[in-house]
Antibody
Framework: EVLLQQSGAELVRPGSSVKISCKAS????????MHWVKQRPEQGLVWIGR????????VYAEKFKSKATLTADKSSNTAYMQLSSLTSEDTATYFC????????????WGQGTLVTVSS | AIVLNQSPSSIVASQGEKVTITCRAS???????LHWYQQKPGAFPKLVIY???YRASGIPSRFSGSGSGTSYSFTISRVEAEDVATYYC?????????FGSGTKLEIK
């Protein structure tokens, strides 16, 4: 069974950074891209970027290039996303989701990690 | 970036009614790369239709999709109470991957 298990909710201060995780199981971690998607409260889905865990290659949406850093640890089958210089605009639920290398639809998702930026 | 214009933004339907959502892309997309999701409150999105017209595993036959080029549609042939959710289209044709703005389906 494919599972993507994300880390728990975070309450962080403005200007700080946060690193959230997504542990994959039930499949070969390096055979699929891992993507990250942002959803602000009561708003739509926004793609942040993706990482190829096999080689660490990353692609980011333009607006997240200086905000998000994606990494992956093959030894623990875990993908990470670090968000820096946090503001209230970063308060959102963040999802990890996987796709094949060629077909970029998302059949499996993590449960989401709520990041709240507040002083 | 390919912009996906999804309409309507909300639908109120009666059980048993047919509903259709459209998704228009700012550039042509191969039908292999247009997908639809259902998201219920507090949950992650669920893949309903992939590659324009293929139902994902476990999806009832009342859900269908069609389209090509820049114009795509998603249909629920007979809405049921459990279909209350927000539906999104998504393109996987080119980076950045993008989603439509969503259509919220409610039952009368």
């Amino acid at each position: 069974e494919v599972l993507l298990q994300q880390s728990g909710a975070e309450l962080v201060r403005p200007g700080s950074s946060v690193k959230i995780s997504c542990k994959a199981s039930g499949y070969t971690f390096t055979d699929y891209y891992m993507h990250w998607v942002k959803q602000r409260p009561e708003q739509g889905l926004v793609w942040i970027g993706r990482i190829n865990p096999a080689n660490g290659n990353t692609v980011y949406a333009e607006k997240f290039k200086s905000k998000a850093t994606l990494t992956a640890d093959k030894s623990s089958n875990t993908a990470y996303m670090q968000l820096s210089s946090l503001t209230s605009e970063d308060t959102a639920t963040y999802f990890c989701t996987r796709s094949t290398l060629s077909h970029r639809w998302f059949a499996y998702w993590g449960q989401g990690t709520l990041v709240t930026v507040s002083s | 970036a390919i912009v996906l214009n999804q309409s309507p933004s909300s639908i109120v339907a009666s059980q048993g009614e047919k509903v259709t959502i459209t998704c228009r892309a700012s550039s042509s997309i191969s039908s292999n790369y247009l997908h639809w999701y259902q998201q219920k409150p507090g949950a992650f999105p669920k893949l309903v239709i992939y590659s324009t017209s293929y139902r994902a595993s476990g999806i009832p036959s009342r859900f269908s999709g069609s389209g090509s080029g820049t114009s795509y549609s998603f249909t629920i042939s007979r809405v049921e109470a459990e279909d209350v959710a927000t539906y999104y289209c998504q393109q996987g044709s080119s980076n950045p991957l993008t989603f439509g703005s969503g259509t919220k389906l409610e039952i009368k």
